[in-house]
């Protein structure tokens, strides 16, 4: 990415500046790729936490990480960004490192991207 790229890109992603100086790649939202970072079809959630499974909460936690160029979460970007019970939490934390994704692309190349969404519990229905 060329200097004035990243100035002007700045304005959008202030990381930009910062990846030109230290040599981290640049780190994009997903209304600036064409093809976003998505989950890969094998690639297993987190586990529900057995003692709220049990007593049917159900709950919906907002997670923020970044997805690297080969696919894989960068574990110290995860951010808890709303939950309603901490046992939610720890389950999202502990199975993102473990998830795979396809990254996300910027004009054919791929680039970090910083992602946010909802991870839901639901319990299933009794048969």
Do not use: W
């Not at 970072?37 to 987190?46: D, E, I, K, M, Q």
């Not at 970044?66 to 389950?91: N, Q």
Request: glycine share 4%.
């Amino acid at each position: 990415m060329t200097r004035l790229m990243c100035v002007l890109t700045a304005l959008l992603s202030p990381v930009c500046l910062l990846a030109q100086r230290g040599g981290v790649e640049p780190l994009y939202y997903e209304y600036q790729v064409n093809k976003p970072a998505r989950h890969a079809p094998n690639s297993r959630g987190p586990e529900y936490p057995p003692q709220l499974k049990a007593r049917q909460v159900e709950g919906t936690v907002l997670v923020q990480y970044v997805v690297d160029t080969l696919g894989r979460v960068e574990p110290k970007t995860i951010k808890i960004l709303r939950t309603p019970d901490s046992a939610f939490s720890a389950a999202v934390t502990i199975a993102l490192p473990k998830m795979r994704f396809s990254p996300a692309e910027r004009s054919g190349k791929r680039v970090r991207q910083l992602v946010q969404e909802p991870v839901q519990f639901v319990v299933p229905p009794l048969e």
